[in-house]
């Protein structure tokens, strides 16, 4: 940190955020908050209140290992191994990808047609549970509506697996609701199973698009769950065969990528699959395609 002595906790908030900007991160205040709120186990408020508060040698040195990371472009949600999605408190770790705010709408669009289809009981397939954040939002907010469900979530890593179900129990989900299974869904036959609604956020960024992305997801994220190693579209074709053949009484809801409309329109012709459409994000970007 800086050659002059910094005690106070203010001094080393200014300080550390000017750290971040210099080197291009975003909300870099909000970010050094945000480690100071884990490393003082408090929330940002009580953090306003202890602004002049000298720090211990052990917090002091437990922030500069966190700095040093995030400096490094690594993303804060891996540094403080956690977020919240849709409302629920997730445990996150480098093997799994970081849920995002366009994935809450693809979430959001799905419950909507829940509520309005007024089951009783649902049957949901996830294809790439990741976090579980998906299927936790979903049951979370079905068990506040009393109807009753049960959601196979399925991955073919076992740390997603792993971290799914640490994240169900976090969350107070029964294992009765959301059942996590190592399954490899490009070679795996699922089409015995009958589901209401088929539900997936599929690695959809074309391979060669990979050098682009930001240095915080391609060097940090999970590179199986950005993309299939081809075009992005494996998993869709997949998908939408058999929206033709097993799951043809299923919703489909899927989360695409930006630019991937007319692409995924013409799969969808070419199996003259025509009742579907799309809902925007918060950019006005295409971003959940739902087949009925």
Same mark, same amino acid.
């Given at each position: ?26 909300? *870099? ?31 002091? *040195?437990?922030? %500069? ?53 007024? %089951? ?173």
């Amino acid at each position: 940190m800086s050659d002059k002595k910094l005690t106070s906790l203010l001094e080393i908030i200014n300080y550390s955020a000017g750290l971040l900007k210099e080197n291009n991160i975003k909300d *870099a205040r909000l970010n050094i908050e945000l480690m100071f709120c884990e490393i003082l186990k408090c929330d940002r408020i009580k953090l306003y209140l202890d602004f002049d508060k000298p720090l211990k040698q052990e917090e002091i *040195a437990g922030f %500069k290992a966190m700095l040093k990371r995030r400096l490094n472009h690594e993303p804060l949600q891996y540094i403080l191994g956690k977020t919240n999605f849709y409302g629920c408190n997730l445990l996150l770790n480098n093997k799994v990808l970081i849920p995002r705010q366009e994935t809450e709408i693809l979430v959001g669009k799905v419950l909507e047609d829940v509520f309005e289809s007024g %089951k009783e009981n649902v049957r949901i397939l996830e294809i790439g549970s990741g976090s579980g954040c998906i299927a936790i939002a979903l049951s979370s907010e079905m068990k506040k509506k009393n109807i009753l469900h049960n959601i196979v979530s399925i991955d073919n890593s076992t740390d997603s697996i792993s971290i799914s179900n640490e994240n169900m129990k976090l969350n107070n989900i029964s294992d009765e609701n959301i059942n996590f299974k190592v399954i490899d869904y490009l070679k795996d036959d699922m089409s015995d199973n009958k589901f209401d609604y088929i539900v997936s956020n599929p690695p959809y960024i074309p391979s060669g698009n990979l050098p682009d992305l930001d240095a915080e997801v391609k060097n940090y994220e999970p590179v199986d769950a950005l993309t299939d190693g081809k075009d992005g579209l494996l998993f869709y074709e997949i998908i939408f065969n058999l929206c033709k053949s097993s799951y043809s009484d299923s919703k489909i809801f899927l989360e695409i990528g930006d630019g991937q409309k007319n692409k995924i329109e013409e799969l969808l012709n070419n199996l003259n699959i025509r009742n579907f459409r799309y809902f925007k994000d918060y950019n006005k970007i295409d971003r959940v395609l739902k087949i009925n």
